[in-house]
């Protein structure tokens, strides 16, 4: 049974890693195998199904480290990316994505009750799925052809605060952050790529923040017995994010979001098939 319970928490690790930065919604996905699997009894307590599933985030968040490291080192003051910007001018700045973290901050903070208690749900899902998809396809439309901001070091300050204002929308459960940032810096003048490094730069504080506090106060659910499950599932999901951070920067500039957004379309179906 621990070994099933270790494949199940790889699995799991898979999904939060090949999920979480790319633009179909990590959260509406855990809450469909929150449905099948997390709440069995074969697996975790409710409890420790919560518990487990900031552990993954945590993987998660730890790979968009790793992959950006240099830039969050010259973010903190503590080296320069002169091999990324080729000179020490114009380079993102720490308060441009302090700026971009403000809106949702500010709303996570004051609706968090309330979005745990009555959002998280697999009609929900469906919902954030559906207009998600919509809002990906007009950004890939309406979008410059020739944006003028190629590259994350090149965005304004109004800039970050609309996509910041974008990522809102992620709130609610299975519309993902990744999409609305990405489309709100496409709609913003941003090329793909770019909007995609300072999505991926941004959720790193206001992940790593709620991820700890959530492991906080869920701390005593973290016991032996479960501690390789725990492992299992964080380095799962640190690998598959790595692997799916990478993939998906390579690409984005090449298939921008219409894929994106007619998987999610075909998932939302597919859920309403089978759930309702």
Request: net charge positive.
């Amino acid at each position: 049974m621990e070994l099933l319970m270790i494949i199940k928490a790889i699995l799991l690790g898979l999904v939060e890693g090949l999920t979480e930065f790319a633009p179909v919604s990590s959260t509406g996905h855990m809450i469909i195998v929150d449905d099948m699997w997390l709440r069995s009894e074969t697996f975790l307590t409710q409890q420790g199904a919560n518990t487990f599933k900031i552990v993954i985030q945590l993987g998660s968040i730890l790979a968009v480290v790793v992959t950006f490291k240099d830039r969050f080192i010259d973010l903190l003051g503590l080296g320069r990316i002169n091999k990324l910007t080729g000179s020490g001018q114009g380079r993102l700045k720490l308060t441009q994505v302090l700026v971009g973290l403000i809106p949702a901050g500010v709303l996570g903070v004051l609706f968090d009750d309330y979005i745990d208690e009555h959002l998280f749900s697999t009609s929900t899902v469906l919902i954030g799925l559906v207009i998600g998809a919509l809002l990906m396809i007009i950004a890939d439309i309406i979008g410059p052809k020739q944006p003028k901001t190629q590259t994350v070091d090149q965005i304004s300050y109004r800039q970050a605060l609309a996509v910041g204002l974008f990522q809102c929308f992620s709130l609610w459960p299975g519309f993902s952050r990744s999409g609305s940032t990405i489309s709100g810096g496409v709609l913003m003048g941003m090329s793909h790529k770019a909007a995609a490094d300072f999505t991926f730069i941004m959720a790193v504080p206001i992940m790593a923040g709620a991820s700890f506090l959530s492991l906080l106060k869920n701390w005593e659910y973290m016991t032996m017995d479960a501690l390789p499950i725990f492992i299992a599932g964080f380095i799962s999901a640190f690998v598959f994010a790595l692997l799916s951070i990478r993939f998906f920067l390579k690409l984005i500039n090449k298939i921008k979001l219409l894929p994106f957004a007619i998987y999610r379309i075909v998932l939302a179906l597919i859920l309403y098939i089978v759930f309702f």
